[in-house]
T-cell receptor, first 113, second 113 residues
Framework: DGGITQSPKYLFRKEGQNVTLSCEQN?????MYWYRQDPGQGLRLIYY???????QKGDIAEGYSVSREKKESFPLTVTSAQKNPTAFYLC????????????FGPGTRLLVL | AQSVTQPDIHITVSEGASLELRCNYS??????LFWYVQSPGQGLQLLLK??????LVQGIKGFEAEFKRSQSSFNLRKPSVHWSDAAEYFC???????????FGKGTRLSVIA
């Protein structure tokens, strides 16, 4: 079955630690996205990528980094500079241009120890 | 800047009653319009979308939405709500020009017996 996988489902971060969230898709989609979700705030765009080896900052990119070395993969690193990382992180992908339908993964919940 | 407004943060309806969730967007150009549903702790699932053509769109799970250009609205409706419809619902808007979708903050639906 085609789809988007995110791992792990839960992730714990210690103070000063960088952690990486995985996102993989086998839909042959060109564009991929990372969102952060906090209660009552909807989805906020962190980064997005329209093609391999290229990505753009979203609305809340500070404290995060990404890479897009393969079409199928778009990992997100939450760095120690992100002072409030506790949230639900969603990865999505779309075929072609960024205004097309987005398909979402199941999410990763990040908690700070 | 493009924006999407979902005026109702939380709605409670009785099982079997009709439902309408409101969505308004800010920009005047012909938009791409979406409704997504999210169950707790999960990713978003596409309910329906409008790109062009008939302004009344049918989706999954018995939902429909109507695009009204004069009101800049894309309200979601269901004639008879089931307890399993309890979830959070997100409206999203996109425009041509390679800018990502803009999501509303969501409406949480509770269903009572």
């Amino acid at each position: 079955d085609g789809g988007i996988t995110q791992s792990p489902k839960y992730l714990f971060r210690k103070e000063g630690q960088n952690v990486t969230l995985s996102c993989e898709q086998n839909l042959n989609h060109d564009a991929m996205y990372w969102y952060r979700q906090d209660p009552g705030q909807g989805l906020r765009l962190i980064y997005y990528s329209q093609i391999v080896n290229d990505f753009q900052k979203g609305d809340i990119a500070e404290g995060y980094s990404v890479s897009r070395e393969k079409k199928e993969s778009f990992p997100l690193t939450v760095t120690s500079a992100q002072k409030n990382p506790t949230a639900f992180y969603l990865c999505a992908s779309s075929y072609g241009q960024t205004q097309e339908t987005q398909y979402f993964g199941p999410g990763t919940r990040l908690l700070v120890l | 800047a493009q924006s999407v407004t979902q005026p109702d943060i939380h709605i409670t309806v009785s099982e079997g009653a009709s439902l309408e969730l409101r969505c308004n967007y800010s920009y005047g150009a012909t938009p791409y319009l979406f409704w997504y549903v999210q169950s707790p702790g999960q990713g978003l699932q596409l309910l329906l979308k409008y790109f062009s053509g008939d302004t009344l769109v049918q989706g999954i799970k018995g939902f429909e939405a109507e695009f009204k250009r004069s009101q800049s609205s894309f309200n979601l409706r269901k004639p008879s709500v089931h307890w399993s419809d309890a979830a959070e619902y997100f409206c999203a808007v996109g425009y041509s020009g390679n800018t990502p979708l803009v999501f509303g903050k969501g409406t949480r639906l509770s269903v009572i017996a």
